[in-house]
Nanobody
Framework: QVQLVESGGGLVQPGGSLRLSCAAS????????MGWYRQAPGKERELVAR???????AYADSVKGRFTFSRDNALNTVSLQMNSLKPEDTAVYYC???????????WGQGTQVTVSS
């Protein structure tokens, strides 16, 4: 069993920054891909950023230039640095990992990000 635990959400003013982290219970080398998704009230869950083991990172158009995905292999952690936050970034953010060759999906419990003045 694999566990993903997010941290770092909270309330921030527009234009502010937050850093989300996701700690995996197993080596992140075993994930063929890892990513961050978000779900706002009344909306479907959407991809924010996703990186493969090969190192390619894709971002949603709405966050390009503002969000940065990173990984720390030694700590089995991935992070999402979010800058220039906007009210429309308000959502529950989920860490996702695609495990092994078949890419079985694992999800964290989610962390709330609220951007409001």
């Amino acid at each position: 069993q694999v566990q993903l635990v997010e941290s770092g959400g909270g309330l921030v003013q527009p234009g502010g920054s937050l850093r989300l982290s996701c700690a995996a219970s197993r080596s992140i080398f075993n994930f063929k891909a890892m990513g961050w998704y978000r779900q706002a009230p009344g909306k479907e869950r959407e991809l924010v950023a996703r990186t493969t083991n090969g190192g390619t990172t894709a971002y949603a158009d709405s966050v390009k230039g503002r969000f940065t995905f990173s990984r720390d292999n030694a700590l089995n952690t991935v992070s999402l640095q979010m800058n220039s936050l906007k009210p429309e970034d308000t959502a529950v953010y989920y860490c996702n990992g695609e495990w092994g060759v078949v890419g079985r999906a694992y999800w964290g419990q989610g962390t709330q990000v609220t951007v409001s003045s």
